[in-house]
């Protein structure tokens, strides 16, 4: 089974204004970075759609959908919920990430494709149920792993966040919930100023939240750890039938926003760790989801290095 790439020029037109940081540039460096890659030629074009407003609704509020839909058809340039920076286009365009990362989802759970890498914008973990944060609109790997689970019938979810920031969008979505594992390796201090260890979930969903921050300057050394022993060691009692990944490259050591010093072989091989468990629990099934990193070569860079490892890793 192949490789499926979703990369719908449509992302293009969610402009967050002039000198931002997640600007379509990160769109075109990804894309003519595979394309110089030859990668395009090797992965299985996928066709995106618009989520409905239904399949947002799986896990945002209905006054939240209606608030951003009438403040960005009002003009204006910034959600009321937050510092979430939105243009005319930036709510069709929201709905076309979610609905790119719905597609990944039912080629991967299908068959129809082994893994998929989703290149996105806007991002999407730091959107809570009922608040767009940061450069988050909807929370576009939440919406996919409670669609995996009503449509797909999957039991479980694994979501791993290897973005610099952590994504407490997504973490606040699942806290209280058993069926779907939250991972994340971020730095700390840094925005949004949540993922403490302590952070492990409640009621129902005590342990399926792991939070492992590292100060600036982490790296390699560092992280690696993190996913060769603490997810492998949760992972043997928690057994995913599905993996999506949150993949942000600000991590990245030239990234100009995040302090962590990865480099792209490094994301090459964080791939590979990911693709490893999936092989062992849930039949390969990966779904990545592009979030952060805001260094256009060092994206570009790192986005091929990943897309290899998913192409190349792990073989049947």
Same mark, same amino acid.
């Given at each position: 089974?192949?490789?499926?790439?979703?990369?719908? $020029?449509?992302?293009?037109?969610?402009?967050?204004?002039?000198?931002?940081?997640?600007?379509?540039?990160?769109?075109? $460096?990804?894309?003519?970075?595979? #394309?110089?890659?030859?990668?395009?030629?090797?992965?299985?074009?996928?066709?995106?759609?618009?989520?409905?407003?239904?399949?947002?609704?799986?896990?945002?509020?209905? !006054? +939240?959908?209606?608030?951003?839909?009438?403040?960005?058809?009002?003009?204006?340039?910034?959600?009321?919920?937050?510092?979430?920076?939105?243009?005319?286009?930036?709510?069709?365009?929201?709905?076309?990430?979610?609905?790119?990362?719905? #597609?990944?989802?039912?080629?991967?759970?299908?068959?129809?494709?082994?893994?998929?890498?989703?290149?996105?914008?806007?991002?999407?973990?730091?959107?809570? %149920?009922?608040?767009?944060?940061?450069?988050?609109?909807?929370?576009?790997?939440?919406?996919?792993?409670?669609?995996?689970? #009503?449509?797909?019938?999957?039991?479980?979810?694994?979501?791993?966040?290897?973005?610099?920031?952590? @994504?407490?969008?997504?973490? =606040?979505?699942?806290?209280? =919930?058993?069926?779907?594992? *939250?991972?994340?390796?971020?730095?700390?201090?840094? *925005?949004?100023?949540?993922?403490?260890?302590?952070?492990?979930?409640?009621?129902? @969903?005590?342990?399926?939240?792991?939070?492992?921050?590292?100060?600036?300057?982490?790296?390699?050394?560092?992280?690696?750890?993190? *996913?060769? %022993?603490?997810?492998?060691?949760?992972?043997?009692?928690?057994?995913?039938?599905?993996?999506?990944?949150?993949? @942000?490259?600000?991590?990245?050591?030239?990234?100009?926003?995040?302090?962590?010093?990865?480099?792209?072989?490094? +994301?090459?091989?964080?791939?590979?760790?990911?693709?490893?468990? !999936?092989?062992? *629990?849930?039949?390969?099934?990966?779904?990545?989801?592009?979030?952060?990193? +805001?260094?256009?070569?060092?994206?570009? !860079?790192?986005?091929?290095?990943?897309?290899?490892?998913?192409?190349?890793?792990? %073989?049947?």
């Amino acid at each position: 089974m192949p490789t499926a790439l979703i990369a719908e $020029a449509v992302c293009r037109q969610h402009d967050p204004g002039w000198n931002h940081p997640e600007s379509c540039e990160r769109f075109d $460096a990804i894309m003519r970075g595979l #394309r110089e890659a030859h990668l395009t030629e090797m992965t299985l074009p996928l066709s995106a759609r618009k989520a409905t407003e239904k399949e947002i609704l799986l896990c945002h509020d209905p !006054a +939240y959908l209606l608030q951003t839909r009438h403040e960005i058809e009002a003009g204006l340039t910034q959600l009321g919920t937050g510092d979430t920076a939105v243009c005319l286009r930036s709510y069709e365009v929201a709905l076309y990430a979610v609905g790119s990362v719905l #597609r990944a989802v039912d080629a991967v759970m299908t068959g129809e494709a082994r893994n998929a890498f989703c290149v996105v914008r806007p991002p999407g973990h730091h959107a809570t %149920r009922d608040c767009g944060m940061g450069f988050c609109v909807f929370n576009n790997v939440a919406v996919a792993a409670r669609y995996a689970q #009503r449509i797909h019938g999957a039991e479980r979810v694994l979501i791993v966040d290897w973005d610099v920031h952590h @994504g407490n969008g997504t973490q =606040d979505l699942f806290y209280n =919930d058993p069926s779907v594992f *939250y991972m994340s390796t971020h730095q700390s201090p840094l *925005y949004p100023f949540t993922g403490e260890p302590g952070e492990t979930g409640a009621a129902a @969903g005590k342990g399926t939240t792991l939070n492992i921050p590292f100060p600036a300057g982490a790296g390699r050394a560092e992280l690696f750890p993190a *996913y060769e %022993r603490d997810l492998a060691n949760a992972m043997q009692l928690f057994k995913p039938d599905l993996i999506i990944i949150s993949a @942000g490259f600000d991590g990245h050591a030239s990234d100009p926003i995040g302090h962590f010093t990865l480099l792209e072989q490094d +994301y090459y091989d964080l791939t590979l760790m990911v693709m490893n468990l !999936a092989q062992v *629990y849930c039949g390969n099934r990966v779904v990545s989801v592009l979030e952060g990193g +805001y260094n256009p070569g060092a994206l570009s !860079a790192s986005c091929v290095a990943h897309v290899e490892a998913l192409l190349y890793g792990c %073989r049947d």
